[in-house]
């Protein structure tokens, strides 16, 4: 069964400091690995995402590193701040074009002022 | 644009009883997932369609639930009888085919509550 898998669970940084957060995949038949952002009582949204053929992508604060031989994908939020709190998740589509994501479990952040 | 519009927002029934959430997807968008958040399991795709048609319900976690998209603006999550295990938060999501980096817009959410 294809899983993505991520840690840590919970994370604290205090503001400014860099978070960090890990996924690790298992099938190869990936071609898009997003990240979303949820915020209580919100649904889930995109925050960044990047193709396989690509090895870090960043928008802003938010970097994703990809390392394809690993298979393994990392988001870095730097001078993280208390409005970053939030849960994140990895997620991965598969290449058979079907638009289905396969998400990890989450990763509950808080940032301290 | 309103985004992904869902309702009720928040449900609390009874074990046995039937519920239906309900789902508008952001006009335009020819993809519509459900997906079932928990504490335990985390996000779970359920069901998705596309262009109205079902595509994958391997995560439709028994015969109890059923799903339909009657058109292109309206999807309907049904749950009967309804157990106190369903209890989550069920998303609403839409896309639009576009290429690669087509982003998946999701509903508010309701919260499902079976006592």
């Known amino acids: 069964q294809q899983q993505v898998k991520q840690s840590p669970q919970s994370l604290i940084v205090q503001k400014g400091g860099i978070s960090i957060i890990n996924c690790a995949y298992e099938?190869?038949?990936?071609?898009?690995f997003p990240w979303y952002q949820q915020f209580p009582g919100k649904g889930p949204a995109l925050l960044i995402a990047?193709?396989?053929?690509?090895s870090e992508k960043k928008e802003g604060r938010f970097t994703i590193s990809f390392n394809k031989s690993a298979k393994q994908f990392s988001l870095h939020i730097m001078d993280s701040q208390p409005g970053d709190s939030a849960t994140y998740f990895c997620?991965?589509?598969?290449?058979?074009?079907?638009?289905?994501?396969?998400f990890g479990s989450g990763t509950r952040l808080l940032v301290r002022p | 644009d309103a985004g992904v519009i869902q309702s009720p927002r928040h449900e609390v029934t009874e074990m046995g009883q039937e519920v239906t959430l309900r789902c508008k997807p952001i006009?335009?968008?020819?993809?519509l997932f459900w997906y079932r958040q928990t504490m335990m399991r985390g996000l779970e795709l359920l069901i998705y369609?596309?262009?109205?048609?079902?595509?994958?319900d391997s995560g439709m976690p028994e015969d109890r639930f059923s799903a339909k998209m009657p058109n292109a603006s309206f999807s309907t999550l049904k749950i009967q009888p309804s157990e106190p295990r369903d209890s989550a938060v069920y998303f609403c999501?839409?896309?639009?085919?576009?290429?690669?980096?087509?982003?998946?817009?999701f509903g508010p959410g309701t919260r499902l509550t079976v006592l």
């Open positions: 999501a839409s896309t639009k085919e576009r290429g690669w980096d087509n982003e998946q817009f």
């Open positions: 099938n190869t038949a990936f071609d898009y």
């Open positions: 990047i193709r396989p053929d690509v």
């Open positions: 997620a991965a589509r598969g290449m058979d074009s079907s638009y289905k994501l396969i």
């Open positions: 006009s335009g968008h020819d993809y």
């Open positions: 369609f596309n262009n109205n048609v079902p595509i994958d």
